[in-house]
């Protein structure tokens, strides 16, 4: 809490219009929602940034609020542009893979944050094109072939399915590379990454400290890949009531018997370890099996009848019906435009001058089918050219 930095009175007094820039040249938008006024823009700090601070109208006092999430860095300027529960943020003259942002203010995981932590907390989360396909979250008990069946998805399906590598503290086996298969870590180092927020979810099987965080999510949605989950079954119930919408498929092993088989024939833990995952697997998965968390149970009994329905239920049977990244088309919002909203569509008025005349463009960007969202990406989002002005002609060119 404070008082307002003297470069800005000036501006605040004036009562600026929402998603306006401040006249002060530090390419600040303020943005009101009830008494908050939220002021977004390049930090002062050096850390090239784009910072968030809150003017609480009714107290006249500055609230400076946690900050979740990874932050875009500055621009030449942002629009700004509130939707009911978060702020859009369009940066100008930025790449086309990080112009959208969301500065998430009211949702139900700010809201969440808010009641835990006791601090004002805002959120943010990057905007993706696109409608990249639900990531899928597979649980079963140790041994029992979500790796197998993993890989061979991931063999299959290359360029459509990312694998979310988690951290842990246990010790890698041999084969196992740090990066590719968790980030193995000290748990003093990830307790505190929990503590920082860095995590989606996290839980301790079988003795160690396993998490998956927000970042393992964002690299996958990031490269327009659907992400898969390789976590336990207090992950997948963490993971069910957060915002990232996901597919949970529980594995279950044809027998404790066959389990066991596996387990030894894998050869991978000693027996003390062999018989803590034994005696988890009757837990998880009773879990899996009566709890709501999952939407399919597979019996992995014959690994390629199983590996093939699994590849059903994830709509690969047959035809693949992925949207290839390419085919979504480039949105490049230039440095002159200015934004406009009519209901859930955001009209972006683009002003390119050439050597004789000035031209107009208007992007639709739809914001009505927004998905996922803080902790991770925002997905669902939908843009169309819907006219070009030029001497008086108007074209029309769908775009997505
Ligand atoms: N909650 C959670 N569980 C995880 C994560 N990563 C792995 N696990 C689970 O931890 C358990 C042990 O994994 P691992 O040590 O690789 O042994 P394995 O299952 O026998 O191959 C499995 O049930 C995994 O699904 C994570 O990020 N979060
Ligand atoms: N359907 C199956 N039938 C026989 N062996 C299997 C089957 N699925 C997986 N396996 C083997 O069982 C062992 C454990 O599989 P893994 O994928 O490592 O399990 P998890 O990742 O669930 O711990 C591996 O040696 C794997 O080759």
Redesign the pocket.
């Known amino acids: 809490m404070g008082e307002a930095p003297a470069f800005l009175v000036d501006d605040l007094q004036n009562e600026p219009l929402n998603g306006f820039e401040l006249k002060n040249g530090t390419c600040k938008t303020t943005t009101t929602i009830g008494n908050k006024m939220y002021v977004i823009g390049g930090a002062d700090d050096g850390t090239l940034s784009i910072e968030v601070q809150i003017f609480d109208r009714s107290l006249g006092e500055w609230i400076h609020p946690t900050v979740h999430g990874t932050k875009p860095l500055s621009s030449k300027g942002h629009s700004a542009v509130f939707l009911n529960d978060r702020i859009l943020i369009l940066k100008k003259g930025a790449k086309s893979d990080d112009q959208i942002w969301f500065l998430e203010v009211d949702t139900q995981y700010v809201r969440q944050q808010q009641k835990q932590l006791g601090t004002e907390v805002v959120a943010w989360s990057k905007g993706v094109i696109g409608n990249a396909e639900k990531p899928v979250v597979i649980s079963?008990?140790?041994?029992?072939?979500?790796?197998?069946?993993?890989?061979m998805l991931m063999k299959e399906f290359p360029s459509m399915f990312g694998f979310s590598v988690s951290h842990t503290t246990r010790a890698p086996r041999g084969m196992e590379k740090d990066g590719v298969h968790y980030h193995f870590t000290e748990k003093s180092v990830m307790e505190k990454e929990i503590k920082d927020g860095k995590f989606l979810e996290f839980a301790s099987v079988h003795g160690n400290l396993y998490g998956t965080s927000v970042e393992a999510v964002e690299v996958v949605a990031d490269a327009g890949k659907r992400c898969i989950l390789?976590i336990d079954v207090q992950g997948a119930r963490s993971v069910r009531s957060s915002s990232l919408e996901a597919v949970f498929i529980f594995?279950c092993p044809?027998s404790m018997e066959?389990l066991e088989?596996?387990?030894r024939?894998?050869?991978?833990e000693t027996e003390e370890q062999i018989l803590k995952r034994l005696r988890n697997a009757a837990a998880e998965i009773e879990q899996g099996k009566s709890s709501n968390i999952f939407d399919f149970i597979l019996y992995?009994?014959?690994?390629?009848e199983?590996y093939e329905k699994l590849k059903k239920l994830l709509g690969l049977g047959g035809c693949v019906a992925a949207t290839p990244k390419s085919a979504l088309g480039e949105f490049n919002l230039p440095l002159d435009h200015s934004v406009s909203k009519i209901d859930d569509k955001i009209i972006i008025n683009c002003i390119s001058s050439g050597l004789e005349k000035e031209s107009k463009n208007l992007i639709m960007l739809d914001v009505s089918a927004l998905k996922g969202g803080a902790p991770g990406r925002t997905r669902g989002l939908d843009f169309q050219a819907i006219g070009s002005f030029s001497d008086g002609l108007i074209g029309m060119e769908r775009l997505s």
């Not at 024939?265 to 991978?268: A, I, V, W």
């Not at 992995?300 to 390629?304: A, P, T």
């Open positions: 079963g008990p140790s041994g029992v072939g979500k790796g197998t069946l993993i890989s390789d594995v044809p066959e088989k596996r387990l024939d894998r050869g991978t992995n009994d014959n690994l390629e199983c």
